[in-house]
């Protein structure tokens, strides 16, 4: 008798991931749409909001004061602890291996290297584009604030916008963006989100980040996801250069020349061939005529082939001769016994 084994949830899920077809042509690359263009212009003239509010020392700045002195973290101490562990969602280095981890097994299972170029690319961007502001403006954090009520700028900090926030909006972003449908797409939409809002009031909670840089953190790590259409040309070239030399190398290896692909439209070169790499045709050497002669097992004399023959019917019986057999119609002599 066979027993199966029960499936526990992980192994299901491992199935269902198994079955998933390799390199799919239905992946929807996203695109660089009227839609996304207004809502990447929407975001952009919010960024610059945020930093002129900054900088004009405006209601923001107060407002940023205020949240400040009402210590959050003294207000609800109960969940200090459990906050500490969840802002390590929005550092760079723990979920850029767990990111980096999971969009590797799927460019190997797709044999497609754009899941991991595109989340280089994003993280690329997002060093420069955050890096470059935070140093530009130089704000203090609040535990390094000098003077209340002062925007506290280009004091040597490196806290607006928030990091923390904008790698959490991308990194968890871009597993949106890379998704295979738009089922999962809208998922993961809505999980990074919520991972990205709670990150970023999880630094002003523990007193890391005024309000201000969490509000412009977000609105940069959106400008990258959104901007990401825009390089998806430069991936593709990159893609085709690693896999061209990646070919190049293992023929290099194994001895075979590999002969570039036409660009599509361009007229196909045939080589010449000079009369000297012309092979000369093939020649039969034929040998002296023979005699004919006729084979071994023949006898000598004329012989005609089987279908030339004309049927013949033997005579006669076709049984051996017996002494004791008498043909049929005759009365055999017998010897009669006298009285």
């Known amino acids: 008798m066979r027993t199966e084994r029960n499936l526990t949830r992980l192994d299901r899920v491992f199935a269902r991931l198994d079955r998933e077809p390799e390199r799919p042509?239905?992946?929807?690359?996203p695109r660089m749409s009227r839609h996304r263009v207004v809502l990447f212009s929407a975001t952009l003239a919010f960024y610059l909001a945020i930093v002129v509010a900054v900088l004009t020392t405006s209601w923001l700045v107060r407002f940023d004061w205020q949240v400040m002195f009402f210590r959050p973290y003294q207000q609800w101490p109960e969940i200090h602890a459990f906050l500490d562990y969840w802002v390590v969602l929005g550092q760079r280095g723990p979920t850029a291996v767990?990111?980096?981890?999971?969009?590797?097994?799927?460019?190997?299972?797709?044999?497609?290297?754009r899941p991991l170029l595109m989340f280089g690319a994003s993280l690329l961007l997002l060093n420069a584009t955050v890096g470059a502001a935070?140093?530009?403006?130089?704000?203090?954090?609040?535990?390094?604030?000098?003077?209340?009520?002062?925007?506290?700028?280009?004091?040597?900090?490196?806290?607006?916008?928030?990091?923390?926030?904008?790698?959490?909006?991308?990194?968890?972003?871009?597993?949106?963006?890379?998704?295979?449908?738009?089922?999962?797409?809208?998922?993961?939409?809505?999980?990074?989100?919520?991972?990205?809002?709670?990150?970023?009031?999880?630094?002003?909670?523990?007193?890391?980040?005024?309000?201000?840089?969490?509000?412009?953190?977000?609105?940069?790590?959106?400008?990258?996801?959104?901007?990401?259409?825009?390089?998806?040309?430069?991936?593709?070239?990159?893609?085709?250069?690693?896999?061209?030399v990646r070919d190049a190398l293992r023929a290099r290896r194994t001895g075979i020349?590999?002969?570039?692909?036409?660009?599509?439209?361009?007229?196909?070169?045939?080589?010449?061939?000079?009369?000297?790499?012309?092979?000369?045709?093939?020649?039969?050497?034929?040998?002296a005529a023979r005699g004919a002669r006729p084979p071994a097992y023949l006898a000598p004399g004329p012989h005609t082939a089987r279908s030339e023959r004309s049927p013949v019917t033997p005579a006669g019986s076709r049984r051996p001769p017996h002494a004791d057999r008498v043909p049929r119609g005759t009365t055999s002599a017998r010897p009669v016994a006298g009285g």
């Open 134 to 244: 935070k140093l530009g403006m130089g704000r203090l954090g609040p535990h390094y604030a000098t003077a209340i009520g002062s925007n506290e700028m280009w004091q040597g900090g490196d806290i607006f916008p928030s990091g923390h926030t904008a790698n959490a909006v991308v990194t968890w972003g871009i597993l949106a963006y890379l998704a295979s449908t738009p089922l999962t797409r809208r998922y993961l939409s809505a999980l990074s989100a919520v991972v990205s809002l709670s990150v970023g009031l999880t630094t002003v909670y523990l007193g890391t980040h005024w309000l201000s840089d969490v509000f412009l953190g977000w609105a940069a790590g959106l400008l990258i996801l959104l901007a990401l259409p825009w390089f998806e040309p430069l991936i593709t070239r990159a893609e085709a250069v690693i896999f061209s």
């Open 98 to 113: 767990m990111v980096a981890a999971w969009l590797g097994w799927r460019s190997w299972r797709q044999h497609t290297l």
């Open 25 to 29: 042509a239905h992946l929807d690359v």
């Open 257 to 287: 020349v590999t002969v570039p692909a036409p660009l599509p439209g361009a007229p196909a070169m045939v080589p010449q061939r000079s009369a000297a790499d012309e092979e000369p045709p093939l020649r039969e050497t034929i040998g």
